[in-house]
């Protein structure tokens, strides 16, 4: 199985300052075939189901606000809130779907400093 | 509107059984690939089981395989997840999601989700 870690656990960033969430895989997720990689990202609020961001690593779902970005292949992955507003406050995962089972990171917790 | 119902959650005491529907409404059921995710008090999301648009090909997390069945009626557009000799650690709350499917047959997201069921397991 393909284990996913986030760094950090959690972390708190003052309003509009930048957020960096980082997923890493224990193989890589790069689908050679199409230069893909199956990584994608949620954001899961109190009480709530988690919302997709992000898919294919850096597409942004439709919807979703352009301060939210994904970056990076192969095993090391980031997710970045470029300028943190206050309804960003929640728990946010990575999944890969290159193999199953289609494995979660622990997930981060984003809080306002 | 899209939207995703599941049912069937409650107390069962250990080695029993239950079924989880999910009951979706808004969209051409399908054609989509269709998740569990569950999620145990406190912690994060585990993955559980997929089941292809035509209910032909399914994939299970390690610690439920054997034990849990998905399966889906497209003609009625409901989604079901079976668990059979439920364990204390099968407490949670389960979610059904739509995946998604590229050009290459391959799943890549999770883009509408149910509000959850909560199944706990005690004696």
């Known amino acids: 199985d393909i284990v996913m870690t986030q760094s950090p656990d959690s972390l708190a960033v003052s309003l509009g300052e930048r957020a960096t969430i980082n997923c890493k895989s224990s193989?890589?997720?790069?689908?050679?075939?199409?230069?893909?990689?199956?990584l994608a990202w949620y954001q899961q609020k109190p009480g709530q189901p988690p919302k997709l961001l992000i898919y294919?690593?850096?597409t942004r779902e439709y919807g979703v606000p352009d301060r939210f970005s994904g970056s990076g292949s192969g095993t090391d992955f980031t997710l970045t809130i470029s300028s943190l507003q206050a309804e960003d406050v929640a728990v946010y995962y990575c999944q890969q779907f290159y193999s199953s089972p289609f494995t979660f990171g622990p997930g981060t917790k984003v809080q306002i400093k | 509107q899209v939207q995703l119902v599941e049912s069937g959650g409650g107390l069962v005491q250990p080695g029993r059984s239950l079924r989880l529907s999910c009951a979706t409404s808004?969209?051409?059921?399908?054609?989509?690939?269709m998740h569990w995710v569950r999620q145990a008090p406190g912690k994060g999301l585990e993955w559980v089981a997929v089941i292809s648009y035509n209910g032909t090909s399914k994939f299970y997390q390690d610690s439920v395989r054997g034990r849990f069945s998905i399966s889906r009626d497209n003609s009625q557009k409901i989604l079901y997840l079976q668990m059979n000799s439920l364990r204390p650690e099968d407490t949670a709350v389960y979610f059904c999601?739509?995946?998604?499917?590229?050009?290459?047959?391959?799943?890549?997201?999770?883009?509408?989700w149910g509000q959850g069921t909560t199944v706990t397991v005690s004696s």
């Open positions: 808004g969209f051409t059921f399908s054609p989509y690939p």
């Open positions: 999601a739509r995946g998604r499917r590229d050009g290459y047959s391959r799943y890549y997201g999770l883009d509408v």
């Open positions: 294919w690593a850096s």
């Open positions: 193989q890589s997720v790069l689908y050679n075939s199409n230069n893909k990689n199956y």
